[in-house]
């Protein structure tokens, strides 16, 4: 069966019954039909978020033959609830360029989903729709600004870095000139899009803490400098306001239910590559408000969303997990190992060894955290015993409990064992989450830090306009912010043709963005596109919809 015929073969439950779970009424709720609602923030209460116990899903280096971290993210969460630990899975809202795109749908798979599944990888609650038009209002606002005439606060339109964005892959709008016509038309200038993942008001969304918060943030957006070489921000513009008017249902974490009827709170989408890449800080102290556990997740491999997840969110929300759990697949480790994709089948252990470098690195990295972590092996149908002993045996060596994770085709049942260890860990755990730097140091320092000691690189090279960012960052007095580096999920490195492990490299930072309002830096490193485009065969070609208004192709 299909992911979707699985999804459709479940009897959802109604969203009101879910909430009774959490202990909420529907009088709690704003409901949004039958199967989803939004939460109102009224209903976090701190003291019971520092009682609860965060647990963050990450994975090895991502490959084409997949993880599954949404998939494991689901399934522990249902099994820590068979087994007696109340447990809410807390994730990121899907994006439509992957899901027209490559990449597909981003609800889980199998017998671990959350429902109701087209919903959720289409529109769903609008949260998307609401962070692009938000962005794109002060995209207006700009343009509007440099082309009156009695309003103008002096923008230098060479200066202003603020795109605007969709939710859709479309290579062709990287790179557009706007303003064209005739001068009753705008300013001619060069700009583009981003992905609206990309976008400085997702990571905003994604860090906030309350409306009042989120009008502070929208107000520090840095746009640009006026021709006088002033800075000038969305405050300046006056956009804070109406920004975060269009937002007031977006804050609000969304509620539905996995496949076995357990709660799950989905909210925001940043992608780990080019922003923080975790769901936002108000679903995840949801989560810990209504739960003895919560589950979450980070994008990519450890050495982006993992990272980000504890140097930028949960320092910035002060927040303090209890465990990691690390996702590996004996099909990526083979890929790791040097077997090509459509070589991964067949047994191969040495492959197997080989490919066991790149966890070793990030087993190394979730130490640099204090945090103990538990391996989770997400079983494919073509695993032998003899591949798995492999990654058994060297978890083992380095002192790290391992379990098989089968929820993919057994649900909850099949990671009731791994439910256990990680609530057996967290119970032995008696130590405290480590941030790597501290975020007043230099903003050089803090690249070097990540990059030599999470990616493994020998030393860090600045272009000419890096450090130009780099003075202007220090002019602006933004220097002690956390940095989000932008690099490629395929790769350690910033080279994505380099597998495994790789050493002796150097990390070569092009230039730095400014995200003001969200709170942190962006190093960027490699070829990094934030607005991707779709391949030669786009998965929209394969969704349709009957007449009864059932949707087919989604995965």
Same mark, same amino acid.
């Given at each position: 069966?299909?992911? !979707?015929?699985i999804a459709r073969?479940v009897k959802?439950?109604?969203?009101?019954?879910i909430?009774e779970?959490?202990?909420?009424?529907?009088?709690?709720?704003?409901?949004?039909?039958?199967?989803k609602?939004?939460?109102?923030?009224?209903?976090?209460?701190?003291? *019971?978020?520092a009682?609860?116990n965060?647990?963050?899903?990450?994975?090895?280096s991502?490959t084409?033959?997949?993880?599954?971290k949404?998939?494991?993210?689901?399934?522990?969460?249902?099994?820590?609830?068979r087994i007696g630990?109340? $447990?809410?899975?807390?994730?990121? =809202?899907?994006?439509?360029g992957?899901v027209?795109g490559?990449?597909?749908?981003?609800t889980?798979?199998?017998y671990s989903q959350?429902l109701?599944?087209e919903d959720?990888?289409? #529109?769903?609650?609008?949260?998307?729709?609401?962070?692009?038009?938000s962005h794109n209002l002060l995209?207006?606002?700009?343009?509007?600004?440099?082309q009156?005439?009695?309003?103008s606060i002096?923008?230098?339109?060479? $200066?202003?870095?603020?795109?605007?964005?969709?939710?859709?892959?479309d290579r062709?709008l990287r790179n557009?000139?706007?303003?064209l016509?005739?001068t009753?038309?705008g300013i001619?200038r060069?700009?583009g899009?981003d992905?609206?993942?990309a976008?400085?008001?997702?990571? +905003?969304?994604?860090?906030?803490?309350?409306l009042?918060?989120l009008?502070?943030r929208?107000g520090?957006?840095?746009i640009?400098?006026t021709?006088?070489?002033k800075p000038?921000?969305?405050?300046?513009? *006056?956009?804070q306001?109406?920004m975060?008017?269009?937002?007031?249902?977006a +804050?609000?974490?969304n509620?539905?239910q996995t496949?076995e009827?357990t709660?799950? !709170?989905i909210?925001?989408?940043?992608?780990a590559n080019?922003a923080?890449?975790?769901?936002s800080?108000?679903?995840?102290?949801m989560?810990?408000s209504?739960?003895?556990?919560?589950?979450?997740?980070?994008?990519?491999?450890?050495?982006?969303?993992?990272?980000k997840?504890f140097d930028i969110?949960?320092q910035?929300?002060?927040l303090?997990?209890?465990?990691?759990?690390?996702?590996?697949t004996?099909?990526?480790l083979?890929y #790791?190992?040097?077997v090509?994709?459509?070589?991964l089948?067949? =047994?191969?252990?040495?492959?197997?060894?080989?490919?066991?470098?790149?966890l =070793?690195?990030?087993? =190394?990295n979730t130490?640099?955290?204090?945090l103990?972590v538990?391996?989770?092996i997400?079983?494919?149908?073509?695993?032998?015993e003899?591949?798995i002993?492999?990654?058994?045996?060297?978890c083992?060596?380095l002192?790290?409990?391992?379990?098989?994770?089968?929820?993919?085709?057994?649900g909850?049942a099949?990671?009731e064992?791994?439910a256990?260890?990680v609530?057996d860990?967290?119970?032995?755990?008696?130590g405290?989450? $480590?941030?790597?730097?501290d975020?007043d140091?230099?903003?050089?320092?803090?690249?070097e830090?990540?990059?030599?000691? !999470?990616y493994?690189?020998?030393?860090i090279d600045?272009?000419?306009?890096?450090?130009?960012?780099?003075?202007?960052?220090e002019r602006?007095?933004?220097?002690?912010l956390p940095?989000c580096?932008?690099?490629?999920?395929?790769?350690?490195?910033?080279n994505p043709?380099?597998?495994?492990?790789?050493?002796?490299f150097?990390v070569t930072?092009?230039?730095i963005?400014?995200?003001a309002?969200a709170g942190?830096?962006?190093?960027?490193?490699?070829?990094i596109?934030?607005?991707p485009?779709l391949?030669?065969?786009?998965s929209?070609?394969?969704i349709? +919809?009957?007449d009864?208004?059932?949707?087919?192709?989604?995965?």
């Amino acid at each position: 069966m299909t992911d !979707i015929s699985i999804a459709r073969s479940v009897k959802l439950q109604a969203i009101t019954q879910i909430a009774e779970q959490l202990g909420l009424t529907p009088d709690d709720l704003n409901l949004y039909g039958k199967y989803k609602a939004k939460l109102p923030l009224s209903l976090i209460d701190d003291e *019971k978020v520092a009682q609860s116990n965060l647990i963050l899903v990450s994975a090895i280096s991502p490959t084409p033959a997949g993880e599954g971290k949404t998939t494991t993210s689901i399934g522990l969460t249902q099994a820590m609830n068979r087994i007696g630990a109340k $447990t809410t899975v807390v994730l990121r =809202e899907p994006s439509l360029g992957p899901v027209f795109g490559m990449k597909g749908g981003a609800t889980g798979g199998g017998y671990s989903q959350v429902l109701p599944m087209e919903d959720i990888n289409l #529109h769903f609650t609008g949260d998307f729709a609401a962070i692009e038009k938000s962005h794109n209002l002060l995209s207006a606002l700009i343009d509007n600004n440099l082309q009156s005439k009695t309003h103008s606060i002096n923008i230098d339109p060479r $200066t202003v870095s603020w795109k605007r964005v969709m939710d859709m892959n479309d290579r062709s709008l990287r790179n557009v000139v706007v303003g064209l016509g005739g001068t009753s038309f705008g300013i001619p200038r060069e700009t583009g899009f981003d992905i609206t993942a990309a976008s400085e008001i997702m990571a +905003i969304l994604c860090l906030t803490t309350s409306l009042s918060d989120l009008k502070k943030r929208l107000g520090n957006i840095f746009i640009g400098f006026t021709f006088d070489k002033k800075p000038v921000y969305a405050r300046d513009l *006056k956009a804070q306001g109406a920004m975060a008017a269009l937002l007031k249902d977006a +804050i609000q974490p969304n509620l539905v239910q996995t496949i076995e009827g357990t709660p799950a !709170i989905i909210h925001g989408g940043p992608f780990a590559n080019i922003a923080q890449g975790t769901n936002s800080v108000l679903a995840t102290k949801m989560g810990m408000s209504l739960s003895e556990y919560v589950v979450t997740e980070a994008g990519f491999g450890f050495d982006l969303g993992a990272e980000k997840f504890f140097d930028i969110k949960c320092q910035s929300a002060g927040l303090s997990p209890k465990a990691i759990v690390l996702v590996a697949t004996i099909r990526a480790l083979k890929y #790791h190992g040097g077997v090509a994709l459509k070589d991964l089948g067949p =047994e191969n252990a040495k492959a197997v060894e080989q490919g066991l470098s790149n966890l =070793e690195k990030h087993l =190394e990295n979730t130490a640099q955290f204090n945090l103990p972590v538990v391996v989770a092996i997400n079983r494919f149908t073509s695993d032998s015993e003899a591949e798995i002993e492999v990654i058994r045996e060297r978890c083992q060596a380095l002192g790290h409990p391992v379990f098989l994770n089968e929820a993919w085709a057994k649900g909850g049942a099949g990671a009731e064992e791994l439910a256990q260890g990680v609530v057996d860990t967290i119970a032995k755990f008696e130590g405290k989450f $480590t941030p790597m730097y501290d975020w007043d140091l230099p903003v050089k320092e803090k690249i070097e830090i990540v990059a030599t000691k !999470i990616y493994g690189a020998k030393a860090i090279d600045y272009t000419a306009q890096a450090k130009r960012d780099l003075r202007k960052i220090e002019r602006l007095g933004l220097g002690k912010l956390p940095i989000c580096i932008a690099k490629t999920q395929k790769s350690l490195s910033d080279n994505p043709k380099l597998l495994g492990r790789p050493k002796d490299f150097i990390v070569t930072v092009r230039e730095i963005e400014i995200a003001a309002g969200a709170g942190f830096l962006i190093p960027i490193t490699g070829n990094i596109l934030r607005m991707p485009g779709l391949p030669a065969v786009p998965s929209a070609e394969a969704i349709d +919809i009957d007449d009864d208004g059932n949707i087919s192709g989604l995965f």
